[in-house]
């Protein structure tokens, strides 16, 4: 069945090229004064137990700047003659650790393949930083992430020597380069769209696999390991998050991850799963029925969920504000929920924070994507509510939950335990919204013509 999905999903787009990574260095290293000294870490690798690890992923600004994904990683950049010079410190080639966890591009492979100018052994790092750390008045590093980096840039500070009282060299600040480094990657190039996108379609994919195996009895934990078995297949690095399998009253837990119960008939199935390729997440949701025939109520409240959101998407566009299908979502809601007889205000009373909608919708519409789930960017810069522009990358994903097994709430008896979200990728493009999830179907009639026939 895998195959299916493999052809459908296409080729393989291109990875990231170093003229690319090299054009991100430039346009970071020109927010920079050639004083500064920049230093990019990576997380250590984490015991799960004994000599057991948990899968690595490097950070996302490592990832960024230079592509590179082992761990033992640092990379740095400082001025030298006014030209910007990097370094990246790697793990050395070890023919034994080669042997028992897999090769290694060591020192000559990060020279020869990556964008940097200059690579050494993680082991040589305390002398060789040592030395720039020594050249710089400032330092931009995120504290927090290693702490040997940490340990050497605070005892550089500290530092008293005659030279630095007689030359005033040394460092004498640090800053979190965070800021900048996050409005560059807010914006995705033609490149990132492309990984994005891939990513997306492999996710869709996944859905309808999920949908086609979705019938009365299955498993949460069985459908889980259907998609999780896609994205492996697809060649992906696995899941983005934690999957949200939730079958009746699961589905109205917003990051329910439990996924052990068994779907019933008569349910509404809710699934959130993205995968991550290359790196890059993708992040969708569908709801359906597990045994393929949406109930009256259960398609009311569906329709309401996909009329919203598909007037959100539509505010995707360049120069609204960030909250425009928010406020959108919201306002098709309330007036679904209104027409249902649901909710029993005015449809402004309805929107206000304590309104009756925030009991059926408590959460945003949407949120950044890209490198991560919950992609980095300032939603309200200066205090201002931020406007789209060409190249970002945003969920949008409204949602109704009816959960009967709330104390704080009186849920209707018709749509108790119903939980619907509808989640797409869009993409902020001068033409409009480009949703790049759209392989995967959500209109009620494809969904009913997908579920249970696997």
Request: proline residues 5%; aromatic residues 8%.
């Amino acid at each position: 069945m895998w195959e299916d999905s493999v052809q459908a999903i296409g080729d393989e787009p291109a990875v990231i090229s170093n003229d690319e990574f090299s054009s991100r260095q430039s346009r970071l290293f020109s927010q920079l004064r050639p004083t500064d000294l920049l230093i990019i870490t990576a997380p250590h690798e984490s015991r799960r137990s004994n000599d057991v690890h948990y899968p690595y992923r490097t950070s996302s600004d490592m990832l960024y700047l230079c592509g590179w994904e082992d761990p033992d990683a640092i990379f740095c950049a400082h001025n030298e003659d006014g030209k910007w010079v990097t370094t990246l410190f790697v793990q050395p080639k070890d023919v034994l650790k080669e042997i028992w966890e897999g090769r290694r591009p060591g020192v000559e492979g990060a020279t020869n393949n990556w964008p940097i100018d200059n690579a050494h052994s993680h082991g040589d790092m305390t002398e060789i930083l040592s030395k720039m750390l020594v050249s710089c008045s400032r330092v931009f590093v995120k504290l927090g992430i290693d702490s040997d980096v940490d340990q050497l840039v605070e005892q550089e500070m500290k530092a008293n020597s005659r030279d630095r009282q007689k030359l005033g060299i040394g460092p004498v600040s640090i800053v979190d380069p965070s800021n900048i480094i996050n409005e560059l990657r807010l914006r995705k190039s033609s490149a990132e769209i492309n990984l994005m996108r891939h990513s997306a379609k492999i996710a869709s994919q996944a859905h309808i696999q999920a949908m086609a195996n979705t019938k009365p009895g299955v498993g949460e934990w069985q459908l889980e390991g259907i998609i999780e078995g896609v994205f492996k297949y697809c060649k992906s690095s696995g899941t983005a998050y934690p999957c949200i399998i939730g079958s009746g009253e699961n589905a109205t837990i917003l990051h329910y991850t439990v996924n052990d119960d068994t779907c019933d008939d008569g349910e509404v199935l809710l699934i959130d799963a993205g995968c991550e390729y290359k790196g890059y997440a993708s992040d969708i949701t569908r709801s359906w029925p597990v045994n393929g025939k949406f109930s009256d109520a259960q398609a009311e409240i569906y329709q309401v969920v996909l009329d919203s959101q598909l007037a959100a998407i539509d505010q995707c566009r360049v120069g609204n504000k960030y909250d425009a299908p928010h406020m959108t979502a919201r306002r098709v809601l309330a007036e679904g929920l209104i027409k249902l007889g649901i909710i029993n205000q005015s449809l402004e009373d309805a929107l206000l924070p304590d309104g009756e909608l925030s009991k059926w919708y408590m959460h945003n519409t949407g949120h950044w994507l890209g490198l991560d789930v919950h992609d980095v960017g300032i939603y309200r810069p200066n205090g201002e509510t931020r406007n789209f522009e060409e190249g970002m990358v945003i969920t949008v994903e409204p949602g109704l939950y009816f959960g009967a097994w709330r104390p704080d709430v009186d849920c209707p008896q018709r749509y108790a335990n119903i939980g619907i979200r509808i989640e797409d990728d869009v993409l902020i493009t001068k033409d409009g919204p480009d949703v790049l999830s759209g392989d995967c179907p959500k209109t009620i009639v494809d969904i009913e013509s997908i579920v249970g026939t696997a």
